[in-house]
């Protein structure tokens, strides 16, 4: 993803830090842009980078979605909600998480998702590269031998 230039926060509004009562886990830090609050700086980086993509025609939309319920076999039910939903003007639209640290509780939600929904979720890191998680690449190793 490109960072962020002068005209960008010129145009988009700069990004706000806001300290919280209790700090993040993973030193995350909540950031306002554009008038909505993000749970981190990358998410709030990675809005202003849709919005040039927007700009740019090369998306037609993006939003941030409400929580997603994930119901397992034997009762197993875990929300969700992922950063956003992105309608790109070539191709399907898809579900999108930025992460910059990946605990194990959303390596299992990534995993029910992709067993119990048929939408796709891409995850990308701070600099908007594409993670492949570990049980991914273990099956296409497994598909390739």
């Known amino acids: 993803m490109p960072q962020p230039t002068a005209p960008l926060d010129v145009q988009a509004g700069a990004l706000r830090h806001r300290s919280l009562t209790r700090p993040h886990k993973y030193g995350a830090k909540a950031t ?3 008038g909505q609050r993000y749970d981190s700086q990358i998410e709030a ?3 202003a980078h849709l919005d040039l993509l927007l700009a740019a ?11 997603v319920e994930l119901v397992a076999r034997r009762g197993l039910r875990l929300t969700y909600r992922p950063d956003f939903w992105v309608e790109p003007k070539d191709g399907s ?8 640290v990946i605990p194990q ?9 992709a067993m119990l929904r048929d939408e796709l979720l891409r995850v990308v890191d701070g ?10 690449r273990q099956q296409q190793k497994g598909a390739d031998h």
């Open 57 to 67: 025609g090369e998306i037609v939309q993006w939003t941030r979605p409400k929580p």
């Open 32 to 34: 306002w842009y554009a």
């Open 105 to 113: 509780s959303f390596a299992i939600r990534w995993k029910l998702w």
């Open 45 to 47: 980086r990675y809005a």
């Open 127 to 136: 600099d908007g590269q594409e993670i492949q998680p570990k049980w991914r």
């Open 93 to 100: 639209p898809y579900y999108l998480d930025v992460k910059g």
